[in-house]
């Protein structure tokens, strides 16, 4: 008979998908540490189980389970946006698109065949989550996607920063957890900018459109700071690229005139909303600006970046390490990587064990006490 106190719904299955090898395994050492805490499976060397998802030249897949997963509780870890992941088809090199990758998760979960007791899939940047309501007579493909998957199995998705966490609505009686990266982003900022003083009349969260800000609410609450926000002028008159385009960003706030400044966002893609805000901020005299971005994709490339950044536009962009990032971004002086592996781990050992994941979802209590260790509590002359 199990014993249920080693395994409450099943044994832990972890699946890296394609790409998310190296977040994976940094995953599975933490879980590995803490079952050998718990004095539980001594003889576990890994949680990790094995898959392939092997291509035909016409570009054709499949998915193959290469060890049982009879009973197993797994936790599928997926990146939908990682283009680093290449395969041959007609001859050519393909980089693998979102849809790709989907498509593989869903082959995964038909492999997997209704064998495992529960499965839930982590993607931190969520399929298509841009495409989260209807503006004319067009598809809602994130709603799609999530409706699909839970009707294949899943029993649970985690996701992070999503665009709008609304998209939930279309799996109402599905577990849906949406989860923000405040304690990483404050602990990288602190780690790699050592003078910062979180003091409201030095420091300022800035959110660069409306949609983003209850993500600097947050901030500006648990740091006890003043915020600003930018209102984005757009021209709906055309679309270029999949969007209007923003005439101007008009800012809404108190002085920033001497101020370091944060601006928080969800995304990084062109990158031109957080470059022309940058240059505003400059302009209205902030002193140094930092971005907390959730996920950095960098579609047009580094070099704007590194012009503004040669031209004193921004101090330091940190972002998570949930999205693939090519070696010449991770060389960049300018870009910094928050860990995301040990909360990912944590998520995923809470779950297993059936715990509230109240205090990993409002983790005010754990910036505030790295805060205090750090001697960088809030302070108001």
């Known amino acids: 008979m199990q014993d249920i106190r080693k395994h409450p719904i099943g044994k832990l299955g972890l699946i890296g998908m394609k790409g998310c090898e190296e977040i994976t395994d940094k995953i599975d050492g933490y879980l590995l540490e803490w079952a050998k805490d718990r004095h539980l499976d001594p003889d576990i060397t890994t949680f990790k189980i094995g898959y392939q998802c092997p291509r035909f030249s016409s570009g054709e897949a499949k998915a193959v389970i290469t060890e049982s997963v009879r009973g197993f509780d ?8 990682n283009y680093g992941v290449t395969y041959k088809m007609y001859g050519m090199e393909v980089p693998m698109s979102p849809d790709d990758h989907y498509a593989d998760l869903k082959r995964l979960i038909a492999a997997i065949g209704g064998k495992a007791k529960r499965i839930t899939v982590i993607m931190p940047m969520l399929y298509e989550s841009r495409q ?21 199995g899943v029993d649970s998705i985690i996701t992070f920063d999503a665009h709008d966490p609304r998209v939930q609505n279309a799996i109402p009686l599905s577990g ?9 982003m404050i602990k990288a900022l602190v780690n790699n900018v050592p003078d910062i003083e979180f003091n409201k009349h030095k420091l300022m969260m ?10 600097s609410i947050y901030y500006a609450s ?35 005139d001497g101020m370091d400044v944060i601006i928080v966002d969800d995304m990084i893609s062109s990158g031109e909303s957080l470059i ?46 949930m999205v693939y990032a090519k070696p010449e971004l991770l060389a960049r002086e300018w870009f910094v990587q928050a860990d995301m592996s040990k909360y990912i781990a944590l998520i995923i050992d809470t779950l297993y064990w059936n715990k509230t994941m109240a205090d990993l979802l409002d983790p005010v209590k754990r910036i505030k006490n790295f805060l205090e260790r750090k001697g960088k509590l809030p302070k108001h002359d």
């Open 74 to 81: 797994i936790f599928i870890v997926c990146d939908v946006f």
């Open 132 to 152: 989260h309501k209807r503006n004319a007579r067009e598809s809602l493909d994130c709603a799609i996607a999530l409706q699909e998957i839970h009707n294949m």
């Open 176 to 184: 849906f957890e949406n989860v923000q990266p405040y304690y990483q």
């Open 206 to 215: 800035i959110s660069p459109d409306e949609g983003g800000m209850s993500r």
């Open 222 to 256: 648990v740091l006890e700071l003043e915020m600003g926000m930018f209102y984005k002028r757009r021209d709906y008159s055309v679309v270029i690229n999949g969007h209007n385009p923003i005439i101007s960003h008009d800012f809404l706030g108190d002085s920033v």
């Open 276 to 321: 022309d805000v940058s240059r505003k901020l400059k302009e209205k005299g902030a002193r140094r600006i930092f971005a907390f971005i959730s996920f950095s994709l960098f579609v047009d490339g580094l070099e704007k970046f590194d012009k503004a950044y040669e031209e004193g536009c921004f101090e330091k962009i940190f972002s998570t390490n």
